[in-house]
């Protein structure tokens, strides 16, 4: 990763961002993108989740490119970001061993699941929770898997985040259609 040069401004952006947060170095390695512009793809969301927030300040950001899938979020944590690892699917809650581990007296243990299908479509699904899972404001029957779209609230518990995606090199309305179906 080193011996890669930015050729854009949003490749200085992208290294410098690298520099201060092990979580995102963490991640170029285990994704290993061969080019700044690769990497700025899968950076540039995150860093700019935060200012997207506009009903909260907690958020995942979804990212989904060729090279990988993964979950960003200050749910742990308002300070500090969570990077998870590559995967299909992540459970949410307060137990430890969640991909997204949440201290919120509202959340259950093991409250929700966020997945995602290869056509580019993330969703939500409520796993049993005490206190329930609602996307914009409709609450979830257990196990119904809600296809979920770019700036969408997720509310576990009463617990509120913001939710946004990117998928390849531009954020969902722009190019991915397929989100707009809900289950």
């Given at each position: 990763m080193s011996n890669l040069k930015p050729n854009s401004s949003s490749g200085y952006v992208t290294l410098n961002a690298l520099k201060q947060n092990p979580a995102l170095s963490r991640l170029m390695f285990t994704t290993q993108p061969t080019s700044a512009e690769q990497m700025a793809t899968i950076i540039e969301p995150i860093l700019q989740a935060p200012q997207r927030c506009?009903?909260?300040?907690?958020?995942?950001?979804?990212?989904?490119?060729?090279?990988?899938?993964?979950?960003a979020t200050n749910l742990g944590s308002p300070q500090?970001?969570?990077?998870?690892?590559?995967?299909?699917?992540?459970?949410?809650?307060?137990?430890?061993?969640?991909?997204?581990?949440?201290?919120?007296?509202?959340?259950?243990?093991?409250?929700?699941?966020?997945?995602?299908?290869?056509?580019?479509?993330?969703?939500?699904?409520?796993?049993?929770?005490?206190?329930?899972?609602?996307?914009?404001?409709r609450r979830l029957a257990h196990l119904e898997r809600h296809l979920l779209q770019d700036g969408d609230l997720i509310q576990l518990g009463s617990l509120c985040v913001e939710f946004f995606?990117?998928?390849?090199?531009?954020?969902?309305?722009?190019?991915?259609?397929?989100?707009?179906?809900?289950?």
């Amino acid at each position: 990763m080193s011996n890669l040069k930015p050729n854009s401004s949003s490749g200085y952006v992208t290294l410098n961002a690298l520099k201060q947060n092990p979580a995102l170095s963490r991640l170029m390695f285990t994704t290993q993108p061969t080019s700044a512009e690769q990497m700025a793809t899968i950076i540039e969301p995150i860093l700019q989740a935060p200012q997207r927030c506009s009903i909260t300040p907690l958020y995942i950001q979804a990212i989904a490119t060729a090279e990988t899938t993964i979950l960003a979020t200050n749910l742990g944590s308002p300070q500090e970001l969570q990077v998870t690892e590559k995967a299909a699917n992540w459970l949410i809650g307060r137990n430890a061993t969640c991909a997204i581990t949440v201290a919120h007296r509202s959340v259950s243990r093991c409250h929700a699941v966020i997945g995602y299908y290869p056509s580019r479509d993330f969703y939500i699904a409520d796993v049993g929770s005490s206190n329930g899972t609602w996307v914009n404001r409709r609450r979830l029957a257990h196990l119904e898997r809600h296809l979920l779209q770019d700036g969408d609230l997720i509310q576990l518990g009463s617990l509120c985040v913001e939710f946004f995606v990117a998928t390849g090199d531009r954020l969902a309305p722009e190019g991915n259609e397929a989100t707009a179906t809900h289950h």
